[in-house]
């Protein structure tokens, strides 16, 4: 057996050795020891990524630390979290709660049963299996990794009356709030007067929101607070505000509003001012007891302002006609009457079309018509909207006294007694249609009446060119002719063929 040199004399042996010691790690062929150091925790960090992403893309279950609401379904199967979702969020379970809004000393109770709530257990389900499941290799075990040391919550899958549930917040916040308003500018006669913005107060929608569905994720409806916060508006940019000031005069305009009426919207004059003058007056408004200053200016106006608009919007009758129904059916002047009643306040804007047949409605008895004579071919039959060629007849004749463009017009296949032949408009639901556009340059309104026996049409608009209509007709070889001739200044400056009419021969007794 060998014997071992004892340790001091072994050492003391090396000290006569006369070559310089080499350092203990001289055998170490890879390195200095810290890059094996390196090495190695590199080495282990990647196997562990290694793993960890292997783990997490072969992951069948749900990932670790996942939540619905407070209970953590990680580890659950399938049917486990479907029979804990049934138990637990059903609509049923919050009848009888209320949410109570608050703002400032405005209280507003909403009970649940009105805002129509559901849950949708099964895509609550699907998103809690798929939770963090989502992208690619890469980011699938980023995710996984992460749960490993922190909780996420998968929300129930629901829905509620939302714009109930706005509306109610508009209501209790109603007179808390004030809409941010930026600065304001009024264009006098020689200056400008301009107002510094005024802060709002608005409460925010979204939080009271998210607080209602954090409530029923945990089934717990209670208060939710709407806290009217300040809002500051949009600052005035002195760049823009001088070129707009400053920049051409423009004229007002016509609009068709949501409801169908034409409003006027203000033009803008030129103001010219020097820049020095504006910035000096904005500054000034910033002390300015009243939040208000006045910049001298000298101001252009527009061709066309609001007031000449206005004024002329609707002043002039273009065209007008009547006709006679006194000897109808009551079930013939119910449709006479309703079809004008539809009619009657239309107002169009340039080039805008108009269809009879569409503005009347179909005729059904749910829109209120009844069955009246019709004509169907030569002979007359009762059908339900009978009578409603009457309107569409008197209409058309004072589109053409108002010097309209008539797009579609039909003669009746039988002469009628209400309107001289040729003049007539008849309608077949869907097929053959009275169109107009008004071609006049300026907004048209139509009026219509249909009281005592007398129903009359009338086309109110704006003429500053003052022409003027007249219609000539005659018959020839069985058939009837019109011409529009339309006037200036007692000169004419255009004449129209309209459309020939061409009838059958009525049966005895027949009438419309």
Not at 169 to 184: D, R
Not at 208 to 234: D, H, I, S, Y
Not at 287 to 305: G, I, S
Not at 391 to 399: C, D, F, I, V
């Amino acid at each position: 057996m060998p014997t071992r040199m004892p340790e001091k004399v072994r050492v003391s042996e090396e000290k006569k050795k006369p070559h310089k010691t080499e350092p203990k790690h001289k055998k170490v062929k890879n390195g200095h020891p810290a890059v094996l150091g390196f090495t190695v925790f590199f080495a282990v960090i990647i196997a562990v990524l290694a793993a960890v992403c292997v783990t997490a893309n072969n992951y069948n279950g749900i990932y670790p630390n996942t939540y619905i609401a407070d209970c953590m379904v990680s580890g659950m199967s399938e049917g486990e979290i479907s029979e804990y979702l049934a138990q637990t969020y059903t609509p049923d379970k919050l009848n009888g709660k209320d949410f109570k809004l608050i703002c400032e000393d405005s209280v507003l109770e909403v009970k649940t049963e009105e805002l129509n709530i559901s849950f949708d257990n099964a895509e609550t389900v699907r998103r809690a299996i798929s939770s963090g499941k989502e992208g690619n290799l890469l980011q699938k075990t980023f995710t996984f990794a992460a749960r490993l040391f922190g909780r996420t919550v998968v929300m129930p899958a629901m829905s509620f009356d939302e714009e109930k549930l706005a509306a109610a917040f508009n209501e209790v916040t109603a007179k808390h709030e004030l809409e941010p308003v930026g600065h304001t500018f009024t264009i006098n006669a020689d200056s400008v007067t301009i107002i510094g913005p005024v802060n709002g107060l608005k409460a925010n929608r979204d939080t009271a929101m998210n607080e209602v569905e954090a409530q029923l994720c945990a089934m717990q409806p209670g208060t939710v607070e709407l806290k009217p916060e300040r809002v500051v508006p949009e600052k005035l940019d002195p760049d823009v505000f001088y070129k707009w000031l400053t920049s051409d005069a423009e004229n007002a305009y016509y609009e068709k509003a949501e409801d169908g009426k034409v409003v006027v919207h203000d033009g803008k004059p030129k103001c010219t001012v020097g820049r020095e003058e504006v910035d000096a007056a904005l500054k000034s408004l910033e002390t300015a007891p009243d939040n208000m200053v006045t910049l001298p200016v000298t101001v252009t106006q527009p061709e066309n302002t609001a007031e000449k608009l206005k004024a002329a919007l609707y002043s002039e009758k273009l065209g007008a006609y009547t006709t006679n129904y006194g000897g109808s059916s009551a079930a013939r002047a119910n449709n006479v009457r309703l079809a004008a009643s539809r009619i009657n306040g239309i107002e169009l804007m340039p080039d805008e079309e108009f269809s009879y047949d569409k503005t009347i409605l179909p005729r059904t008895s749910a829109n209120g018509y009844m069955a009246a004579p019709v004509y169907v071919g030569n002979k007359v039959e009762s059908g339900l909207g009978g009578g409603i060629c009457q309107p569409s007849s008197t209409l058309y004749a004072a589109a053409l006294y108002a010097n309209l463009e008539i797009l579609e017009r039909h003669n009746h296949s039988l002469p009628v007694g209400y309107i001289p032949p040729g003049m007539d408009a008849t309608i077949a639901q869907g097929v053959l249609d009275l169109r107009l556009r008004n071609s006049t340059g300026y907004p048209i309104k139509i009026n219509a009446s249909a009281n005592g026996g007398t129903l009359a049409f009338e086309i109110l608009g704006y003429n500053p060119d003052k022409v003027s209509v007249e219609l000539e007709r005659y018959a020839s070889g069985g058939a009837y002719y019109l011409n529009r001739i339309v006037k200036k200044n007692g000169e004419v400056i255009n004449k129209e063929k309209m459309t020939s009419s061409v009838y059958g021969t009525p049966e005895k007794g027949s009438a419309h």
